[in-house]
């Protein structure tokens, strides 16, 4: 999850979640261990769309600050640094009209080499075009990721493990209230009453809901507020929904 005062940190764990107990629970997640120009590590989550391509956020890509060479893409592993499968790639795509000024069109696709589905790995399906007029405020959703569990937590361990929690979507005016900048129709938003959500490490993860019987990606974690995970404020997603054209032309 990115923050829009210190744009710089890349790596946004889930505050007040649990962790995964088997790599079923979630075949769609995807780790990215990003090596940086600088020599640095850093790492976000995405979500596996298709044998081939993964979703993430523009903002694991290039921040305005740190730049990636290059992705690893991990693949039903519950430890990001370990496990799974695990493939290389430099091929992604950002949006055209990714601005850092205030965090719209934070989404990417990142191209790999194909990987076939098993117990562990499995796409996500994506809206379809009867979801776009779908705001999902009152749905309950679930978000994982690798990140930092908590405020106190400055760095993370090479046992990193996949955690997740459900939280409710709230409307984007509501939303609003809790940030100065102000919060788009492409972004969506989930309630952090309680101290819970998203934070340093869980950048381009998979939101997910029930939509029509069928679980189904709804965002993307791009960001929070000031340098608190658990101030109780919104976490704050690309809403997936606004880029269906864009991201099914990269399929």
Not at 28 to 34: L, M, P, R, S
Not at 56 to 67: E, L
Not at 191 to 215: I, M, Q, Y
Not at 217 to 226: E, K, P
């Amino acid at each position: 999850m990115a923050n829009f005062v210190q744009q710089h940190e890349r790596m946004a764990r889930i505050i007040g979640g649990a962790k995964v107990p088997a790599t079923t629970s979630y075949p769609y997640q995807a780790g990215i261990v990003a090596t940086l120009t600088t020599g640095w590590t850093s790492i976000c989550g995405g979500a596996l769309v298709s044998n081939t391509r993964v979703l993430t956020a523009a903002h694991c890509w290039w921040d305005g600050v740190s730049q990636a060479k290059s992705f690893t893409i991990v693949l039903g592993s519950l430890t990001i640094f370990s496990g799974g499968t695990r493939i290389a790639t430099s091929d992604v795509v950002v949006h055209p009209s990714w601005n850092l000024n205030d965090y719209t069109h934070d989404v990417a696709v990142v191209r790999m080499s194909r990987v076939e589905y098993n117990n562990n790995i499995q796409a996500i399906p994506l809206p379809t075009a009867a979801d776009v007029n779908n705001n999902f405020a009152g749905v309950t959703a679930t978000v994982t990721g690798y990140g930092k569990t908590s405020d106190a937590q400055t760095s993370f361990p090479t046992t990193t493990s996949l955690h997740h929690i459900d939280l409710k979507v709230i409307t984007n005016a509501v939303c609003q209230k809790s940030f100065p900048i102000n919060i788009h129709g492409s972004h969506l938003c989930t309630d952090g009453s309680g101290r819970v959500g998203t934070c340093e490490g869980d950048s381009g993860g998979p939101l997910t809901a029930v939509v029509n019987n069928k679980r189904t990606l709804i965002g993307i974690v791009s960001f929070g507020l000031a340098d608190s995970c658990q101030s109780g404020t919104p976490s704050v997603y690309t809403r997936v929904t606004a880029f269906l054209t864009w991201i099914n032309a990269q399929l």
